[in-house]
């Protein structure tokens, strides 16, 4: 998997439904079980860990993407510890996503995602769905 395909993946599951965003107060989860929280397959990462990583992740009191990085699978690790570091701060942070009433991304969103696409010299086509 690609930068490019991760972050599309990422995009498409979130913006249909942003409640299935693994998170609650402010804390998110890698694994939705964490959570009781059934409409989710987890956190943008978590979502493509296996179940024991994930649950592993959530059982430490503090996790980032540096903490965890070394225990990843080969097919995350080769998108880069900044790059995966960057997609979970845009995951994780409430003020990107529209609320239930309104699905997708804000206009704060929409701005970071346009930072993403730079800063990893991403094909801005390929997003127009999520930027407009």
Not at 81 to 96: A, V
Request: aromatic letters at 12%; glycine letters at 6%; proline letters at 2%.
């Amino acid at each position: 998997m690609t930068q490019t395909e991760f972050l599309l993946d990422t995009l498409k599951y979130y913006c249909e439904d942003t409640s299935r965003r693994c998170e609650k107060d402010g804390r998110c989860r890698y694994h939705p079980s964490s959570l009781s929280h059934s409409n989710s397959e987890g956190c943008a990462i978590g979502r493509y860990l296996p179940e024991d990583l994930a649950l592993k992740f959530d059982s430490y009191e503090y996790t980032d993407i540096e903490s965890v990085f070394d225990e990843l699978p080969e097919n995350l690790q080769v998108l880069g510890k900044e790059y995966l570091d960057s997609i979970q701060n845009f995951h994780d942070s409430s003020t990107n996503w529209n609320t239930i009433d309104e699905e997708g991304l804000t206009e704060i969103g929409k701005g970071r995602l346009s930072q993403l696409i730079k800063e990893y010299e991403l094909d801005k086509n390929l997003f127009v769905n999520y930027l407009n």
